[in-house]
C-alpha cells in the first residue's frame, strides 16, 4: 500500500469552496494525488449534490459520492460575517482555493482571490465559470446541459436520424475539472521555481467546445455542421458498434492491413476486400454507404463469442458492448481494483470508483470515503484553527457552522 507521505501531492492543502461537479472534479483529482482536501459545505443543504440521484446513507447520493472521494467535510455559512472570517483563515492556512460561485459572488463573500493573495502571493486560486469572466457573458450561470447545447455538442452526438442528443455523462463538467486540476498542477510546479502563486480562470463553454476537437476543426474546414455518425466513427471505417446474431459488439479496425483481415479470416469476405472502393480507409469512408449494409449483413449471420474470438486472433480491437452494471462488476474492474467497498457509519459500506492513476505500477489508494455532511467540522476547525469546544459550540448555536 502506497504510504500517505509518499503521495505525489503530500503537504499540499485544498480548500474546496466549489459544488456540483466541476469544481469538485477538480478537488477529488487533487485529493486522488494525495492533497489535504477540505470541502466547505452549507451547514444545512450541504453540495446541491447530496440530493441528486440515489441516496446512499443520510446525507449522501451515488451522484456526490462520485466526485467527493478523499475528502474532509466541514459545514460554515459563508453568508455569514464570522462564517466569511472563518473562511479567510481557512485560506490563509491552505495552498489551493477552487471555486465555482455565481460571478462576482465570492468577491462580494470578501474571498476573492484579489483579497486573499495580500500578504500570501504563493496563493493558487482557481475560479471556475460558465463562461468568459472577461466576456460580455460572464455573469451568465454555467450548466453542463446548456453548454453541451451552445458548444455543439449535442449537433455532433447521436444517430443522424435524432434530434441533438447530449452526452450520457456531464461530459463538459467533468472535462472542465479535469482541466482544471491540471492548471492547479502547472501552478503547484511553477510555485516552486517563482514561489508566487497564481489565479486560474477556467470557463466550462472553452472546455466544451475543446471536447469537439476533430469535429470542430472539420466544421471549419467544411463551412457547415459535420454529418453525424452515431456509433459510426466519422474518419475510420469499419470502426463502430454492429449487431450480431446475439448481441452488439464494437469492431474498430483502424488500418487497411487488418481491413483486410477482417474480410478474409473473420467474415470470409475477401472479394469486399479487393474491392477497390474499399481497398484504403479513405476511400472506404467514401464508400461507407455502399460498403456499411454487407459488413452488418456479415456479422449478423455470427455469434458475438466467434467474432471476438476470430478478431482477437488476428489482432483487430473488438469488444463487447457491456450493460453499466456488466461493466462495473466485470473481472476487469474487480480485478484492477477500480471499485473499492468502504465503511459507512450508516449504509454499513459503500461503494466507492478508486482513482485511476497508478504510480510505479501501484494504484493510488482511496483514503477516504466520501464524507458525510460536516463529518470533519469540529476537528479541522480545532485542529487547524485553534478553535476551543466552547467556540465551536457557539457557532453551531448560532448556525455558523
Not at 77 to 84: M, S, W, Y
Not at 230 to 250: C, F, K, Q, T
Not at 385 to 400: F, W
Request: aromatic share 6%; net charge neutral.
Amino acid at each position: 500500500m502506497t504510504n500517505k507521505s509518499s503521495l505525489p501531492l503530500a503537504g499540499v492543502r485544498v480548500l474546496d469552496l466549489s459544488r456540483v461537479l466541476a469544481g469538485p472534479w477538480c478537488a477529488m483529482v487533487l485529493g486522488d494525488l494525495g492533497a489535504e482536501v477540505i470541502k466547505v459545505e452549507h451547514p444545512v443543504r450541504g453540495d446541491d449534490t447530496r440530493d441528486w440521484g440515489v441516496r446512499v446513507g443520510a446525507t449522501e447520493t451515488a451522484y456526490f459520492n462520485s466526485v467527493n472521494r478523499n475528502k474532509r467535510s466541514i459545514c460554515l455559512d459563508l453568508k455569514t460575517p464570522e462564517g466569511q472570517e472563518i473562511a479567510r483563515d481557512l485560506i490563509r492556512k491552505s495552498d489551493v482555493v477552487i471555486q465555482n460561485f455565481k460571478f462576482g459572488d465570492i468577491e462580494r463573500l470578501g474571498l476573492g482571490y484579489e483579497a486573499m493573495k495580500e500578504g500570501q502571493p504563493g496563493l493558487i486560486y482557481c475560479s471556475i465559470t460558465g463562461y468568459d469572466r472577461t466576456g460580455p457573458e460572464a455573469a451568465r450561470p454555467g450548466y453542463d446541459l446548456v453548454i453541451q447545447g451552445e458548444a455543439g455538442l449535442m449537433a455532433l452526438n447521436g444517430e443522424p436520424t435524432q434530434p441533438p442528443l447530449k452526452f450520457g455523462v456531464a461530459a463538459v463538467d467533468m472535462m472542465t475539472g479535469m482541466y482544471a486540476a491540471q492548471g492547479v498542477l502547472a501552478a503547484l510546479y511553477d510555485r516552486e521555481r517563482t514561489g508566487l502563486g497564481r489565479h486560474i480562470g477556467m470557463a466550462l463553454f472553452d472546455c466544451g467546445l475543446m471536447i469537439t476537437a476533430y469535429y470542430g476543426l472539420e466544421a471549419l474546414l467544411r463551412g457547415d455542421d459535420p454529418p453525424r455518425y452515431g456509433n459510426a466513427h466519422p474518419s475510420i471505417m469499419p470502426y463502430g458498434v454492429y449487431e450480431a446474431e446475439d448481441g452488439p459488439l464494437v469492431i474498430a479496425v483502424g488500418n487497411n492491413s487488418q481491413f483486410l483481415r477482417f474480410c478474409t479470416d473473420v467474415i470470409a469476405r475477401p472479394d469486399i476486400a479487393a474491392d477497390p472502393r474499399f481497398k484504403t480507409n479513405l476511400e472506404r469512408t467514401k464508400h461507407r454507404e455502399e460498403l456499411a449494409p454487407a459488413l452488418r449483413a456479415e456479422v449478423f449471420k455470427r455469434k458475438r463469442k466467434d467474432l471476438l474470438e476470430q478478431m482477437a486472433r488476428v489482432g483487430i480491437p473488438c469488444g463487447e458492448v457491456a450493460g453499466l452494471y456488466e461493466a462495473m462488476t466485470s473481472s476487469r474492474a474487480v480485478d484492477s481494483g477500480l471499485v473499492t467497498r468502504l465503511p459507512h457509519p450508516v449504509a454499513g459500506h459503500v461503494d466507492v470508483m478508486a482513482s485511476p492513476y497508478r504510480f510505479d505500477g501501484e494504484r493510488l489508494p482511496v483514503r477516504a470515503a466520501p464524507p458525510t455532511l460536516g463529518e470533519g467540522t469540529r476537528q479541522v476547525l480545532g485542529d487547524l484553527l485553534g478553535l476551543s469546544e466552547e467556540t465551536l459550540r457557539g457557532l453551531k448555536e448560532r448556525g455558523v457552522v
